[in-house]
């Protein structure tokens, strides 16, 4: 790490896994501040961009459309590799986490060398969530790559001598909404729906499963055909949703450490700027499951403010989840694009950037806009830079709490350090979905959900927020000190068990309370010194 750059320790750690996971996950535990951020993000983004040129690692099922109507036997033979047998017979696997590679982070079409974000995602799972890792699979499902022009660092990543799936393109189609979706994906015979059933088959229906990193135009669609049929979900979507609301209701509690965050967010409003999945997803959820009233919250796409006529037959959404989250009416503003504009006419409490491609967009007057408004009301302003990698990131720490006078709650994706406002040492929150994922999925599993609904997502982020202590908010960080991460995920999972057995979805209660529930699943967490 003292080479001024991360890769080398990504490479060294995931050897080291190789050797020793016992070891591997002792030291992650032992100084998580320090080695998440080399395991998952930022570094993993890299480490994708580069996986065709570095050593090949033997964990990691590969499972290419050319497998389709052989997919079970694929899995099969991973797990009889890879995973330990089941009494009475079969193999013990608890999670998978798949993608494509399709949207890697904010770098476009990695194919195959998007291993890394299943691998990165599952040691989060054990290392946070307490996941035993000898019982998970990461996942590639590979339907092919684009070119150079289709990620943004123009890399050739298909020709590389590595390359470990198949080097063409792949195969879109116009789906009903007007939006380009991969072909094979859809239809009675298509290539997800045969592996999430093999999944099942072999290593039951209590086997969740993650949908990671696709296209947004796939991500959506694929989601509401499956949400209901198996225990899965999409992090993109739903987990980053609910740590950005986590960490809205987090900036309330910096406030106010006594508020009831949930009443408090149900008179805020929220602009999100950028319209990929997690900021769709945190505003559905918003609106949805937190009670925010729909006007209250409005959301930007290419174009703008996004709105829609009342009987949603013009406007400025691209797809159908635009369109839900699309404000009634055309906006009378002088120029639809004009940030600025937007929070001097709609006074939003909170701005959440997710653009992606446009750094730097929060600029000063953006800033001193929100303070302002803020101001008028009696309240901080909540601003969040939640694109990856840093370099893309709509303001820096430095300039959010310079331009704002130190008066900005400020959050990001990707952690920036510490920062002194005036006698005080800021801590940016890392509005990262590590706090949300590993508890939500271990609960699920643990109490053997029927399915995952949205409210889960709510209630895993209020969960975060109530995870703040008096150094967090003392710090003015949004989101808790990574340093507790198993804490945080132990809360999470037990909201996520309570609200299962609430809803009377929970397959195998775990206790009649929250104190019994917590201290079932605590028991529960895989740990290196428990590994058989």
């Known amino acids: 790490m003292g080479l001024g750059h991360n890769i080398w320790a990504y490479a060294y750690l995931r050897v080291l896994y190789n050797r020793n996971p016992d070891v591997y996950y002792a030291t992650l535990l032992a100084e998580p501040n320090l080695l998440l951020p080399v395991a998952y993000t930022p570094t993993v983004g890299e480490a994708c961009q580069k996986f065709g040129q570095m050593p090949l690692y033997p964990r990691g099922c590969y499972v290419s459309i050319t497998n389709r109507g052989n997919i079970k036997a694929v899995l099969e033979e991973y797990a009889k590799a890879m995973l330990k047998p089941k009494q009475g017979g079969g193999y013990e ?54 070119d150079a022009s289709h990620n943004t660092a123009h890399l050739p990543i298909r020709s590389y001598d590595l390359y470990t799936g198949l080097k063409i393109d792949r195969v879109k189609q116009m789906s009903t909404a007007g939006t380009e979706v991969n072909s094979a994906y859809y239809g009675s015979d298509s290539f997800v729906s045969e592996f999430m059933s ?65 009443e408090e967010i149900k008179g805020m409003r929220v602009l999100f700027h950028g319209s990929g999945s997690a900021n769709l997803g945190a505003a559905s959820l918003l609106v949805n499951e937190a009670g925010v009233p729909a006007q209250n919250v409005m959301c930007t796409n290419s174009k703008g403010l996004i709105w829609r006529s009342a009987d949603g037959s013009e406007g400025t959404f691209r797809n159908d989840e635009q369109k839900a989250v699309a404000m009634i009416g055309k906006p009378s503003l002088d120029n639809h ?38 101001e008028a009301k ?36 990707t952690r920036f350090d510490n920062e002194l406002v005036g006698n005080q040492t800021r801590k940016p929150g890392q509005v990262n979905n590590f706090f949300i994922f590993p508890g939500t999925s271990f609960g699920s599993m643990l109490c053997e959900a029927e399915h ?36 945080v995920s132990l809360n999470v999972a037990t909201a996520i068990v309570m609200e299962a057995q609430k809803q009377g979805i929970a397959g195998k209660p775990l206790g009649d309370d929250a104190a019994t529930v917590k201290a079932t699943i605590k028991s529960k967490m895989w740990s290196p010194t428990a590994s058989a």
């Open 93 to 146: 696997c608890d999670c998978i986490v798949f993608s494509d590679g399709g949207r890697i982070l904010g770098l476009g079409d990695l194919g195959t060398g998007g291993m890394g974000i299943p691998l990165g995602k599952l040691d989060l799972y054990t290392a946070c969530g307490g996941f035993n890792p000898n019982r998970t699979i990461p996942v590639i499902l590979d339907a092919g790559i684009g």
């Open 198 to 262: 093999a999944a099942r088959d072999l290593f039951g229906k209590g086997c969740l499963l993650q949908f990671e990193d696709f296209n947004t135009n796939d991500a959506f669609p694929l989601l509401a055909e499956y949400r209901n049929k198996f225990l899965c979900y999409n992090d993109d979507i739903q987990g980053t949703a609910s740590i950005a609301v986590g960490a809205i209701l987090g900036g309330i509690k910096v406030q106010n450490p006594n508020a009831d965050v949930l």
């Open 337 to 374: 694009k004009d940030l600025v504009e937007m929070i001097n006419m709609y006074k939003p409490d909170a701005i959440i950037g997710a653009v992606g491609r446009d750094p730097g967009c929060f600029n000063q007057a953006v800033v001193e806009a929100m303070v302002n408004v803020a």
């Open 378 to 413: 009696g309240r901080r302003p909540i601003i969040f830079a939640l694109s990856n990698p840093k370099t893309q990131a709509e303001i820096t720490a430095h300039d959010c709490y310079k331009w704002s006078k130190g008066k900005a709650l400020f959050g990001s994706g």
């Open 452 to 487: 995952i609904p949205d409210k889960f997502f709510m209630v895993a982020a209020e969960a975060v927020a109530n995870s703040l202590d008096a150094t967090d908010i003392a710090a003015e960080s949004v989101v808790p000190n990574e340093a507790r991460i198993r804490d």
